[in-house]
């Protein structure tokens, strides 16, 4: 008689990346960008399906993600307009799950459009050095912390921000990063 075993894991949505690539430093700097993004998002996007109850995974449909890798010019402009923050900042997300009309009309589309990851190729290159770790391990981090605001996690109240930080340090531990919360 053959027992039928029953897999727990829930069934991975497909995430497209959509990259814009602005800035060619980003390429020269990390060289394997488009391998390493395909690794942290299947991180990510594994761990928080596995690990919450988010709508967007239950529409079983294909979510798209535009990163666009960018300079201090561009992000402290779009800092500027949208946050009014007149200064660069490492990574910005502009999610659309934040709309209030998304989950409404996300039944409609063929495929689920996250939002916007934009990356400061500068500042990220500066924290990296400031905090003595490698570009690589500093690039993960932002792209997952751009990865979770856009799924709708953010840092704004204490009790938010540990949950957060938990999430990331768990993510990026799945893919041999270290904490990046720990003091440098």
Known sequence: MKKEVKNN?????????????????????LPDIELLMEKVKTAAFTYVQQNTNLAVFEAKKPIIVSVCLSDNDHVQQLNRDFRGKDKPTNVLSFANIDDAHF??????????????????YETMVAEAEMQQ???????????????????????????????????????????????????F
């Open 9 to 29: 894991k829930k069934k991975m949505t497909d995430i497209v990346l959509d990259v814009n690539t602005e800035d060619m430093r980003w390429q020269k700097a």
């Open 103 to 120: 989950a409404d009309e996300m039944q409609y589309y063929p495929e689920i459009d996250l939002g916007n990851i934009i990356l400061a």
């Open 133 to 183: 770790i490698s570009l690589e391990a500093h690039f993960c981090h932002l792209l997952t912390h751009g990865f979770l605001h856009l799924l709708g996690f953010d840092h704004i109240e204490a009790e938010d921000a540990a949950r957060m930080e938990k999430m990331e340090t768990e993510i990026l531990s799945s893919i041999g990063i270290a904490n990046p919360y720990e003091e």
